[in-house]
């Protein structure tokens, strides 16, 4: 029987500390969980939502999993910033306004965190995700960039006003953005990436490669195997 390690964010544990991360840069961990190599054996799949922030997946030799999630106020007129926020009015807000969710059950690791109700989008809740090299992801945002790296097998990408770059990524790569520029490096085997008003630069890769845009430039430099570049209103640049 396989065991299920499920792990939630305790709102009450970490209230203390969210005030200085609302009112700093955001560019330090809110909060970290660690899996350990019994904890992520099973797993085969990264699973993330998210609104109104950036997902980073990286790959690494080590054999446990390590979420990091980061926390900032979204936008100038975020009431956050318009005044101090007791811990008791922060912790309310949270619970009652945003789904934040870290686990490991079964064969996938999910990460979810979006709010309620649409208007309830104060902050910006992003993750950075590491994991063994051999993983894939299924990752979506809306108005934020996805990164992935040192990464092999099948990844899929979907982001709506944001970016997506990919470094030093083996297997299927297929990604889709709406609003945003592609940039894929050092990658190769099976990589279909399209843009709606984004630019593409791809280097480097090897493989079969199918990039689009309806609204932007692709750029090609020293790529390699069965390449399609097509770009509806802009012009494909091979060096």
Known sequence: MNRIFVLFISI??????????????????FTTYTFS???????????????????????SAESQAVVELYVSANGNGSIFRRRNWSNEEIKRYLEENYTIEVKVDSEKLLAVAKPKTNGSQSLSISFKITVPSQMNSNLRTTNGRIQISNLSGSQNLQAVNGSLKVDNVSGKISGRTTNGSINVLDSNDEIDLRSTNGSITVKNCNGIIELRTTNGRITETDCDGKINLSTTNGRVVRR
């Open 37 to 59: 190599d019994i904890a992520i054996s099973s797993v085969n799949l990264v699973e993330v939502t998210t609104l109104n922030s950036s997902l980073t997946l990286t790959g």
């Open 12 to 29: 009450s544990l970490i209230t203390n500390v969210f005030t200085a991360f609302v009112h700093a840069q955001g560019n330090e961990p």
